[in-house]
């Protein structure tokens, strides 16, 4: 048995210490060749190896130097964010929101179309690419300089990225979402459902980044659902986990109807303007809007307990366009959840209000753009990600 | 950056590759030299080497030769599975079931006392003492050498092996069963949840153990549930994943008075043997016997739809001591399923009757044997496990 590393075993090392390296200085604001060593355990010698490796491929670029050091300042080397760009589409019943952001997740540009719940399925695909045009526009960006897309829908989604089922939107279950926004970038095109994409921004860079264990609620017009297990996104054997709302004992159905009998008998024209003015007035204590917002939390609470009583997670995560009223929900839900769980976690509001599922879109690119990266093979260059493949999708007519 | 390995590294290859041998070796009959280094990918200098350890550490053993062979056969090796003992119990309401394993986990003696649900908390913990004594003796084992114990009992388990709650058993919240156990064997104590070991088995040598994302149920005179996630157990946070059966709307409490019900409206003298004529009859085509099956199923299925849509699991197996009336709760439960879950996934019936909790309990404590093996530090020799201490616990009274 000898310390013999074959040729293979060389260039292996020699990835994995790139990627160390990437991993240390990702999301640090700027590092010297020194805290690059120390950080990773490597040799200075290795360190100056890969920090020259990764500047000549365009993964690192070297900081400002910081003003006001006396002396000739060392180097300092920082993650080359800008190398990228991903996008992050959220389709929902009520707006279509696009979000372009660089390699650390940063987003530098924001598209904002309104819709309906009530629009057909031509009329949603129009403003997505209202949407996704009018970001791209506004960073200047090709279509062809997109890395990768994550995109957010209601409903189930299938391998190909085409909705399995929607209840939600009319005439949405079939559209094939991932061909659709194909159509407007390069890249792959990745399709999840909104609930999961809302409970990974939220372990990403959320109010869960600390928990393991996860139920996330998606709590809008629309209610859902997303759970984190040991640190990741769970999505289930046919990609339908967290569907608890499916359960007619789990009351998410009912739990709704409290919120859109308000105020009177009678559909109101814009149920989200509704159901916003039905917590206004219930935190500015209205009897019945109170009363409302209270049957609404009971019910709601019957299939978050079964989510904990399942999973016995770290942390329950309200997000969602109700969770800007998350102060109303909060203490009612932890109640609830006192007379059903064996154990209730701790209960915390999202703070991303409704750009959650957007920015879980975001992270579902990115994570693209990490698994090539940690992939097997050579290590990639930043213009490999200009050039990758299409996944072969149908193309819709 | 260069392929020179510090005395460190070297010193953690050789525990790697010592690891390796180990992992091929287990569960397999016997390999020669030459086998071993394929599978492990190591030289035949090196594979020589660690097997030369391995034997000197008691780790391995030479096979005898196969008969029959002509001329002067290739050495064999076989992992020395009889290098130590477990110990896996189960104790329930109607039995206390207690192995004996070798490092394969093969049971090589098995010890029953009857009990039953009524009894007090001192007399359960006698029956303890009586079963795992006449296991014991039974194998020729001193107490002293059990080199770890895996103990199921009902209820929620906390860190210490203690009983937080259980509403199954009379005067049992509270009891530690680690400190219990502690003086009958040497070794560390590991106790857990019956249904959480009862699918570890499943997952282990069981009808899941091809399957990543399992959901278990416990049918039988307490209803619950165990589930696999990714391949491992999943605890949750406080100890209390799968406890859906508490949440009234999961209808678990209701679904077992449909059979305590049968066949009159005075409880029986014993529940056990009453469910076991109810099925008798139900198979025989009683047709009062058959409706209280098929409702216990329908009640069964709210709550065993909650678990399914909440994880999306590859398989549900159905296990505990109703499993051996199986085939009259597959079909109704599959139906069930379909009524209420986006996906139905595949369902079994567990093939280890009443004896998949202790099996679970086994392979518990052979987790700890191979958390040690494979922890940091240097390789441990067999004769480590009988020097182990004791993790600390409470004494009780």
Known sequence: ???????????????????????????????TLTEVARRTGLSRASTEDVVRELLERGWMI??????????????????????????????????????????????THTGRVAVTPQMGRRQRLAAVDRAVGAVLADAGLEAAEVW????ATTGLVDATGRVMLSEALPEWTGVNVASHVGRLVSGPVLVENDGKLAALAESWRGVARYAKDVVFLL???????????????????????????????????QALEHLRSWPGDDPPADPDAAVEDLFLAARDGDRKAGLAVRRYVKDLAVGASALVLTLDPELVVIGGGFSRSGDLILEPLRRELDRWCVRTPEIRVSGFGDEGVALGAVRLALDHVDAVLHGPGELVDPKHFLTVERPRTRIEP
Do not use: Q
Not at 5 to 14: E, N, P, Y
Not at 66 to 87: C, E, I, K, N, S
């Open 1 to 31: 048995m000898t310390g013999d590393l074959s040729g293979g075993d060389l260039s292996r090392l020699r990835r994995l210490n790139a990627l160390a390296v990437i991993g240390v200085l990702r999301g640090e604001p700027a590092l």
């Open 62 to 107: 070297e900081a400002e130097p910081t003003a006001g050091t006396v002396g000739r300042p060392a180097r300092r080397y920082r993650f080359h964010a800008d190398a990228g760009r991903v996008l992050g589409v959220d389709i929902g019943g009520h707006k279509i929101l696009a979000l372009v952001a660089d390699l650390d997740g940063a987003v």
């Open 148 to 151: 990768a897309s994550g995109v």
């Open 219 to 253: 709590a809008g017009l629309r209610t859902g659902a997303g759970l984190i297990i040991d640190g990741k996104l769970h999505r289930g054997f046919g990609n339908a986990a967290g569907e608890i709302g499916a359960l007619p004992a789990a009351r998410w159905v």
